[in-house]
């Protein structure tokens, strides 16, 4: 078994946990403020109350299994995009904080302070991490020491910046379409057109980045060619052997994202909001899964030479590290997912506010 694919397919599943989940709490923090009145705004902060801290262990769990598996990616990672994740890290720390103190006072100024702090906090995480993928996936300067080589500037550059926007729009549907299903009566019609008008700002910005993407990175289309895949950087005999079903995989990945991004309005028009939310979910899935094949088998692109890729191989711990991780996943994974459904079901249903509430 080669334990840097399993490890590979690994983060990339928590990180598909932390986007559906945490998603769709940081697109509740997106819509915060169109919802009027102190009733309102609780309700909508109160939705997310009992799952959001919780949401955020898959994002620490996947940093977690980054160092442990790829030590030299983790490195080039933090180095390379520090100050980006110092603000990242103010934002998610403003955002908690304001979810915690909004309710502590009555007063409207106070409120209003931190209703402010709650949805420019869950915007700019959400940017930050849309501008992090976008550099992923178009390259930085990485030398041969595996040391970022350039500036903040090179960072901002428009892919990134639009990569950026996309996700805004993904979250904030994703968290509209979450709202539907724990609020009821006039907040939900209010929600609703929300989720429609965003529906329509979501399509733009995917059609518009996913052509970007293949005009500025038409490499990233590689994996999806029946037939001989073309990769920079290190390969493996078990990746070459199988490079048949990597790319019947990854048409699967297209159909299903395609399927499911259709099939939000459909299901949101007749009221089966379950399933609306399950849609969004499987379109985040395949949006994170696509990004990964497209990149596949490296982890960060070098765009001064493809030599200094980083990838699954030159990018790992050694085999016997993988190994033993591997093994120690396989019961320590379901303790967080076991988690995670626990606490689902248990505040499943609509919000209802109380003594405990924010």
């Given amino acids: 078994m080669d334990y840097n694919v399993v490890w590979y397919v690994l983060i990339g599943v928590l990180l598909i946990g932390y986007a559906i989940l945490d998603g769709f709490d940081l697109g509740v923090g997106i819509f915060h403020l169109r919802s009027k009145g102190d009733l309102n705004r609780r309700l909508v902060m109160n939705s997310i109350g009992p799952v959001w801290d919780g949401n955020e262990v898959w994002l620490i769990t996947?940093?977690?299994?980054?160092?442990?598996?790829?030590?030299?990616?983790?490195?080039?990672a933090f180095s390379s995009f520090y100050l980006p994740f110092m603000l990242l890290l103010i934002a998610l720390i403003f955002r908690a904080v304001s979810i915690e103190f909004r309710s502590k006072e009555a007063n409207p100024a106070w409120r209003s302070?931190?209703?402010?702090?709650?949805?420019?906090?869950?915007?700019?995480?959400?940017?930050?991490?849309?501008?992090?993928?976008?550099?992923?996936?178009?390259?930085?300067?990485?030398?041969?020491?595996?040391?970022?080589?350039?500036?903040?500037?090179?960072?901002?550059?428009?892919?990134a910046l639009v990569s950026g926007l996309f996700a805004v729009s993904l979250f904030a549907l994703h968290g509209g379409i979450y709202l539907l299903m724990k609020t009821e009566g006039d907040l939900q019609q209010q929600v609703l057109q929300w989720v429609k008008s965003n529906y329509r700002i979501f399509v733009v910005f995917f059609l518009v980045f996913s052509g970007y993407t293949l005009w500025i990175?038409?490499?990233?289309?590689?994996?999806?060619?029946?037939?001989?895949?073309?990769?920079?950087?290190?390969?493996?005999?078990?990746?070459?052997?199988?490079?048949?079903?990597?790319?019947?995989?990854?048409?699967?990945?297209?159909?299903?994202?395609?399927?499911?991004?259709?099939?939000?309005?459909?299901?949101?028009?007749?009221?089966?909001?379950?399933?609306?939310?399950?849609?969004?979910?499987?379109?985040?899935?395949?949006?994170?899964?696509?990004?990964?094949?497209?990149?596949?088998?490296?982890?960060?692109?070098?765009?001064?030479?493809?030599?200094?890729?980083?990838?699954?191989?030159?990018?790992?711990?050694?085999?016997?590290?993988?190994?033993?991780?591997?093994?120690?996943?396989?019961?320590?994974?379901?303790?967080?997912?076991?988690?995670?459904?626990?606490?689902?079901?248990?505040?499943?249903?609509?919000?209802?506010?109380?003594?405990?509430?924010?």
């Fill in 217 to 358: 990175k038409p490499e990233m289309i590689a994996n999806f060619s029946f037939g001989k895949i073309d990769l920079p950087g290190n390969r493996h005999e078990l990746i070459e052997n199988h490079e048949l079903l990597i790319s019947i995989f990854a048409w699967a990945i297209v159909l299903l994202n395609v399927l499911a991004i259709a099939n939000i309005p459909r299901t949101y028009s007749r009221g089966n909001f379950g399933w609306t939310f399950i849609s969004s979910s499987s379109m985040i899935a395949a949006i994170v899964m696509l990004f990964a094949l497209g990149i596949f088998p490296n982890l960060m692109i070098s765009n001064l030479d493809p030599a200094f890729n980083l990838d699954i191989y030159n990018g790992a711990s050694s085999a016997y590290t993988l190994k033993t991780m591997a093994l120690l996943a396989v019961f320590g994974l379901p303790f967080v997912i076991s988690y995670t459904v626990i606490i689902y079901w248990t505040y499943r249903g609509k919000v209802k506010l109380d003594d405990m509430s924010y």
């Fill in 62 to 76: 996947a940093g977690g299994a980054l160092f442990a598996a790829f030590p030299n990616v983790y490195a080039t």
């Fill in 113 to 159: 302070f931190w209703d402010k702090g709650f949805a420019v906090g869950s915007i700019l995480a959400t940017f930050l991490f849309g501008v992090t993928i976008g550099n992923v996936v178009i390259g930085f300067p990485i030398g041969e020491t595996m040391e970022y080589q350039g500036t903040v500037v090179n960072l901002l550059n428009p892919y």
